[in-house]
């Protein structure tokens, strides 16, 4: 028996696949950092020998473009600057998923497994915090108790974390600490007492500041208007105690003004003037909007030597506020003036008498009470307008001007008679002249010409009520419905209530209703107008009309009465418009 030494070379088969070190890798990178910035290395090995044993990697997204992976040393670089908030904003979370393969290099029959790796992009604080307003405004009154809310604020930050968390402040414009902003909620709340007549409006700055390192910031505006409340009386602006006014002062003069103001704003501060209540004016006339005070009677030293005047200015609140001043008002005697005999006269004339009627004739006497022929009748003053005439010999006045009663309804003339004798002497008679009403206006809708119908209309349900004015004097007016294809359909009330008459299964669009109003003068001739009332069915089918504008334009002046039509709105269909 011998023995023989040999020796056998065992060949390797590609019989093993790489192995990652880890199932998952977990890396975490910066945003913003520039490209080909370092993530993390990829480790696997494989126990098979020679070139089954060598182990490669490649990304096994083919899509992925933002990494580039070393194949040899598993090392992983960004080729993309990431923004972490874009990410999030795609992907609803930080984290960017990515599948590694590694395999081996075996001629036949190559080997490969993968693994998963996770990279978390970390945020850095590169976003301002962004309020949801660049500009906040507000109006509060200026008697709003300390600790109400004025306003709110929000801002948001898109960065995570310390970074997001936002707090605010006023960074400039609150005057005297007025306001408070908390700086977690944002509620900014009143601190301190307003007065608008001080300062009506507020313009602060306001700051959103995270809690990154550094921090960043941004700013927005609030505007606080203070409204108004009525606080303040009206004041005179001087106390004047007295005033001397000669006793053959002309009817007309003003002779003095009342002057008062008021800080308050709108209504709260228009001012009226007015006597107190009870007061006797003597002859003088408060002009409630500026505060003349006028003399509108002649003087007479012998019968009143003064004359003391409360006058109050108030404002336009509810309730009124009110100061008063007291005014004394001396008359100074003239001895040469002209002597007032007579007292007031008084006549009526029809508001359609014609230009040139007589309406009343004097025939003042002489010192003796005999009549004097050798007048001369003079119209010293008309108010508040000129429509009258006097024959300076015969004395007879007349009409020069034509009467509206619903303009002006009465008249004061101070007529003057002088003698033509040695000395000479003078009498002044104030004439009042009333103008009495004729039945010269028609009757004037002035509310809605246009209503809604109910969506199934009823017999018996309201529809709507129009409203008529006539500006004479005592008149009643009725309506009525004039004939028309849709009068069978509805009533009217002589008052002006529209009521369904019957029901109305299929109702049409719209109806046109034709209305008559008549007036009921108890002297002359009744007037009438007649309209047109547009009533739009509320139903499904409204969805066919649309208007024919989006937008309408119309003007009026300030002086416009109340019931002026200013235009038209139109509805259209594909068959008809209205």
Same mark, same amino acid.
């Given at each position: 028996m011998s023995l023989i030494e040999a020796e056998f070379f065992i060949t390797d088969v590609n019989d093993n696949s790489p192995t990652c070190l880890k199932e998952i890798f977990q890396f975490e990178i910066a945003e913003n950092l520039p =490209? @080909?910035?370092?993530?993390g290395t990829v480790e696997a090995d494989d126990p098979d020998s020679k070139l089954n044993g060598i182990v490669r990697f490649r990304l096994a997204n083919p899509e992925e473009d933002r990494f580039v992976l070393d194949s040899e040393t598993g090392i992983l670089r960004t080729l993309v600057q990431f923004?972490?908030?874009?990410?999030y904003k795609m992907n609803k979370k930080s984290t960017i998923e990515l599948q590694i393969e590694a395999?081996? @290099?075996a001629e036949v029959h190559p080997l490969s497994t993968r693994c998963s790796v996770f990279v978390t992009v970390m945020d850095e604080n590169d976003h301002r915090p962004q309020f949801t307003l660049d500009m906040y405004s507000a109006s509060l009154l200026e008697n709003k108790d300390i600790g109400s809310e004025v306003l709110r604020v929000s801002a948001?930050? %898109?960065?995570m974390n310390m970074n997001s968390m936002v707090k605010f402040e006023i960074a400039s414009g609150n005057e005297n600490n007025t306001f408070s902003l908390d700086p977690y909620t944002g509620k900014l709340t009143l601190s301190a007492p307003l007065d608008r007549e001080i300062q009506a409006v507020y313009r602060i700055t306001l700051r959103a500041t995270d809690h990154g390192v550094p921090p960043l910031s941004s700013i927005a505006f609030a505007t606080i208007v203070v409204t108004d409340v009525n606080d303040n009386a009206p004041k005179f602006t001087s106390q004047v105690e007295s005033i001397l006014i000669d006793e053959d002062t002309e009817l007309g003069t003003c002779v003095h003004h009342f002057n008062a103001f008021d800080l308050d704003a709108a209504k709260f501060g228009e001012i009226s003037y007015s006597f107190s209540i009870g007061q006797v004016f003597g002859p003088f006339y408060l002009n409630p909007y500026d505060g003349c005070l006028m003399l509108i009677? =002649? @003087?007479?030293? %012998?019968?009143a030597k003064n004359y003391t005047l409360v006058v109050y200015a108030?404002?336009?609140g509810t309730p009124k506020l009110s100061s008063s001043v007291v005014l004394r008002v001396l008359i100074k005697h003239i001895r040469n003036k002209m002597i007032d005999i007579g007292e007031s006269l008084h006549t009526e004339v029809e508001e359609n008498a014609p230009i040139g009627t007589e309406i009343m004739k004097l025939s003042p006497l002489?010192?003796?009470n005999e009549v004097d022929n050798g007048i001369h009748f003079t119209i010293l003053h008309q108010f508040p307008e000129v429509k009258f005439q006097i024959d300076h010999t015969k004395g007879t006045i007349s009409i020069c001007g034509p009467l509206d009663r619903e303009t002006v309804d009465e008249y004061k003339l101070l007529v003057q008679a002088e003698n033509a004798k040695h000395p000479k002497r003078s009498t002044r008679q104030t004439v009042t002249v009333t103008v009495n009403d004729v039945n010269d206006q028609a009757p004037e809708f002035y509310s809605y010409h246009a209503f809604l119908l109910p969506q199934s209309p009823r017999a018996g349900q309201f529809v709507g009520k129009l409203s008529v004015r006539d500006a004479d004097v005592n008149n009643n007016i009725s309506l009525s419905l004039l004939s028309s294809d849709n009068s069978d359909l509805f009533s009217l009330t002589e008052e002006?209530?529209?009521?369904?008459k019957k029901p109305i299964l299929r109702p049409l669009p719209f109806y046109v209703l034709k209305v008559k109003a008549e007036d009921q003068p108890i002297f002359g001739s009744p007037l009438t107008e007649n309209a047109e009332i547009h009533l739009i069915w509320n139903g499904e089918q409204r969805s066919e009309f649309e208007f024919e504008k989006e937008v309408y334009d119309f003007s009026l002046a300030e002086t416009t009465p109340i019931g002026t039509q200013l235009g038209k709105l139109h509805l259209k269909n594909e068959n008809s418009s209205l």
């Amino acid at each position: 028996m011998s023995l023989i030494e040999a020796e056998f070379f065992i060949t390797d088969v590609n019989d093993n696949s790489p192995t990652c070190l880890k199932e998952i890798f977990q890396f975490e990178i910066a945003e913003n950092l520039p =490209p @080909l910035s370092y993530v993390g290395t990829v480790e696997a090995d494989d126990p098979d020998s020679k070139l089954n044993g060598i182990v490669r990697f490649r990304l096994a997204n083919p899509e992925e473009d933002r990494f580039v992976l070393d194949s040899e040393t598993g090392i992983l670089r960004t080729l993309v600057q990431f923004d972490r908030e874009e990410i999030y904003k795609m992907n609803k979370k930080s984290t960017i998923e990515l599948q590694i393969e590694a395999y081996d @290099l075996a001629e036949v029959h190559p080997l490969s497994t993968r693994c998963s790796v996770f990279v978390t992009v970390m945020d850095e604080n590169d976003h301002r915090p962004q309020f949801t307003l660049d500009m906040y405004s507000a109006s509060l009154l200026e008697n709003k108790d300390i600790g109400s809310e004025v306003l709110r604020v929000s801002a948001r930050d %898109e960065d995570m974390n310390m970074n997001s968390m936002v707090k605010f402040e006023i960074a400039s414009g609150n005057e005297n600490n007025t306001f408070s902003l908390d700086p977690y909620t944002g509620k900014l709340t009143l601190s301190a007492p307003l007065d608008r007549e001080i300062q009506a409006v507020y313009r602060i700055t306001l700051r959103a500041t995270d809690h990154g390192v550094p921090p960043l910031s941004s700013i927005a505006f609030a505007t606080i208007v203070v409204t108004d409340v009525n606080d303040n009386a009206p004041k005179f602006t001087s106390q004047v105690e007295s005033i001397l006014i000669d006793e053959d002062t002309e009817l007309g003069t003003c002779v003095h003004h009342f002057n008062a103001f008021d800080l308050d704003a709108a209504k709260f501060g228009e001012i009226s003037y007015s006597f107190s209540i009870g007061q006797v004016f003597g002859p003088f006339y408060l002009n409630p909007y500026d505060g003349c005070l006028m003399l509108i009677q =002649p @003087l007479d030293y %012998e019968t009143a030597k003064n004359y003391t005047l409360v006058v109050y200015a108030s404002d336009a609140g509810t309730p009124k506020l009110s100061s008063s001043v007291v005014l004394r008002v001396l008359i100074k005697h003239i001895r040469n003036k002209m002597i007032d005999i007579g007292e007031s006269l008084h006549t009526e004339v029809e508001e359609n008498a014609p230009i040139g009627t007589e309406i009343m004739k004097l025939s003042p006497l002489d010192m003796n009470n005999e009549v004097d022929n050798g007048i001369h009748f003079t119209i010293l003053h008309q108010f508040p307008e000129v429509k009258f005439q006097i024959d300076h010999t015969k004395g007879t006045i007349s009409i020069c001007g034509p009467l509206d009663r619903e303009t002006v309804d009465e008249y004061k003339l101070l007529v003057q008679a002088e003698n033509a004798k040695h000395p000479k002497r003078s009498t002044r008679q104030t004439v009042t002249v009333t103008v009495n009403d004729v039945n010269d206006q028609a009757p004037e809708f002035y509310s809605y010409h246009a209503f809604l119908l109910p969506q199934s209309p009823r017999a018996g349900q309201f529809v709507g009520k129009l409203s008529v004015r006539d500006a004479d004097v005592n008149n009643n007016i009725s309506l009525s419905l004039l004939s028309s294809d849709n009068s069978d359909l509805f009533s009217l009330t002589e008052e002006g209530d529209i009521f369904v008459k019957k029901p109305i299964l299929r109702p049409l669009p719209f109806y046109v209703l034709k209305v008559k109003a008549e007036d009921q003068p108890i002297f002359g001739s009744p007037l009438t107008e007649n309209a047109e009332i547009h009533l739009i069915w509320n139903g499904e089918q409204r969805s066919e009309f649309e208007f024919e504008k989006e937008v309408y334009d119309f003007s009026l002046a300030e002086t416009t009465p109340i019931g002026t039509q200013l235009g038209k709105l139109h509805l259209k269909n594909e068959n008809s418009s209205l």
